[in-house]
């Protein structure tokens, strides 16, 4: 990677480590959530993002970058389960249904327990 490349990195669940992130200038890069993980039985996988700051030859931070963090979520009261197209005889569904609202509970005890 060069210097002055501003760098996106993802978790890489395959291979068990980050990885760069190629993009062209421009380029708009979009992270999945979990609910999209699940509904797309794991199609789609939710990767743990990073980036790393990009510096210009002098080891000035360069601008440019911009992040944004646009959420959605379901009611509280949805029950997020698998899309049927995404469910095949080979690829059975990996996740039962859930009402959202137990899901974030259960999700903020995991994350919070440490």
Known sequence: MLQ???AEEAHNPDLGQVVHADT??????????????????DYFISPRPRSAVGRSADNAVRSGRYSVVFSVAPAPSHV??????FITWDRPARYGPV???????AAGRKMYAR
């Open 4 to 6: 002055d490349e501003l």
């Open 24 to 41: 062209d200038e421009g380029a708009l890069v979009l992270s999945v959530g979990h609910v999209l993980q699940r509904f797309t039985n």
């Open 99 to 105: 009402l959202w609202e137990d899901y974030q509970l």
């Open 80 to 85: 997020v389960t698998t899309f049927p197209q």
